[in-house]
């Protein structure tokens, strides 16, 4: 499995911005599709954007979609997640996540066979 460590998580207000980051080692090359979740205490946790590696590509969940942007540099094997115009509905603990499959899709979180540990995002 690649091992995934997220960075960037933090307290905002609202309306502000974040720059979630992950860094990915061990079985990289292997790792097509590159996601971000969220997770809030007593709610399933929810796929937010996902890309795929080869080209680029990137999907977004409708909550998040012209606010987030999720991007990669391959050279440094990290994935980012840029927040912009937070609001309290994304605090959440964010999740990186790898899979092998070319089937990059966010709602099918069980492809995801690698995660990181999380990282926490606050809106107030």
């Known amino acids: 499995h690649v091992q995934l460590v997220e960075s960037g998580g933090g307290s905002v207000q609202a309306g502000g911005s974040l720059t979630l980051s992950c860094a990915a080692s061990?079985?990289?090359?292997?790792?097509?599709?590159m996601g971000w979740f969220r997770q809030t205490a007593g709610k399933q946790r929810e796929g937010v954007a996902v890309?795929?590696?080869?080209?680029?590509?990137?999907y977004y969940a409708d909550s998040v979609k012209g606010r987030f942007t999720i991007s990669q540099d391959n050279a440094k094997n990290t994935v980012y997640l840029q927040m912009s115009n937070l609001a309290p509905e994304d605090t959440a603990m964010y999740y990186c996540a790898a899979s092998r499959t070319s089937l990059c899709v966010y709602q099918r979180m069980a492809d995801f066979e690698s995660w990181g540990q999380g990282t926490q995002v606050t809106v107030s």
């Open positions: 890309i795929y590696a080869p080209d680029g590509s990137a």
């Open positions: 061990g079985g990289t090359d292997i790792s097509v599709c």
